[in-house]
C-alpha cells in the first residue's frame, strides 16, 4: 500500500502535467504572447561602417523573449562586442545614430554581463568571434523583449572584445557594423 501511494505521489503531478500539456492546458490559456504564426522573423542586413555588406541579424519571438541570429561577413579576426541599441537608426560612417544600448524602463542599470554592481542593462550580449575568413556565426536569447517593442532597436557590432564590466561599453571599441531590428507592418 505504500509503496502504491509513494508511486501516485511522485508520478501523479507529472501525469496530471503531461494531461494539461496536451490538451493546451495553462500554458497557452490566458497568455499575452501572440501566436508564434503571427510574427514573422524580423530579417535585417548588417553593414560595414564603409557602407559594404557585413552579413545579417534574425529577430524570432519566442515566448519569453527573443533569438537574435546573427551571421556575420567580412569582419576583422577576432572577438567583437555585440549590443543592441535603442534606436533604429544606422548612419555610416559610426553609427553613432543609433544611441546608447537598450536599458531596464524602471532604472537604467551600469553595462556589464559580468557587473556585479547593478548590471546588465538589456543591451549587453555576449561576444562573437570572426574567423580568419571574416565569417561569424552566433545566437543569442533575450529575455523580457519582444518583436513587437523592437520596433526602432539596432544590433552593433563593435571593433573589440566586450570585457562585459569597463563602463560605458566594456573596452569594445569602435562601431564597425550595424543593423536595424523593425518587425514589418
Known amino acids: 500500500m505504500q509503496t502504491n501511494l ?3 505521489l511522485v508520478f501523479m503531478p507529472f501525469v496530471i502535467g503531461c494531461g494539461a500539456m496536451a ?14 504564426a503571427s510574427l514573422p ?29 546573427i ?13 543592441l541599441h535603442a ?12 544611441g546608447s544600448h ?18 546588465p542593462d538589456y543591451g549587453d ?9 571574416g565569417v561569424a556565426r552566433a545566437e543569442a536569447y533575450i529575455s523580457d523583449i519582444s518583436l513587437a517593442q523592437s ?3 539596432a544590433l552593433v557590432v563593435h571593433a573589440n572584445a566586450d570585457d562585459h564590466q569597463t563602463q560605458p561599453i566594456g573596452g569594445a571599441g569602435g562601431r564597425i557594423a550595424c543593423a536595424v531590428l523593425s518587425p514589418a507592418h
Do not use: K
Open 102 to 119: 537598450i536599458n531596464h524602463p524602471e532604472t537604467a542599470r551600469p553595462h556589464g554581463l559580468l557587473n556585479w554592481d547593478g548590471g
Open 87 to 98: 534606436v533604429g537608426s544606422c548612419e555610416t560612417p559610426a553609427f553613432t545614430s543609433a
Open 125 to 133: 550580449l555576449p561576444n562573437i568571434y570572426a574567423h580568419a575568413d
Open 23 to 36: 490538451a493546451g492546458g495553462p500554458a497557452e490559456a490566458g497568455s499575452d504572447h501572440p501566436p508564434q
Open 41 to 69: 522573423p524580423v530579417i535585417a542586413p548588417l553593414t560595414a561602417s564603409d557602407g559594404s555588406a557585413a552579413g545579417q541579424v534574425a529577430m524570432r519571438q519566442g515566448p519569453h523573449g527573443a533569438l537574435l541570429i
Open 151 to 153: 520596433n526602432g532597436l
Open 71 to 83: 551571421e556575420g561577413e567580412n569582419w576583422p579576426q577576432g572577438w567583437h562586442g555585440v549590443h
Open 6 to 8: 509513494l508511486f501516485l
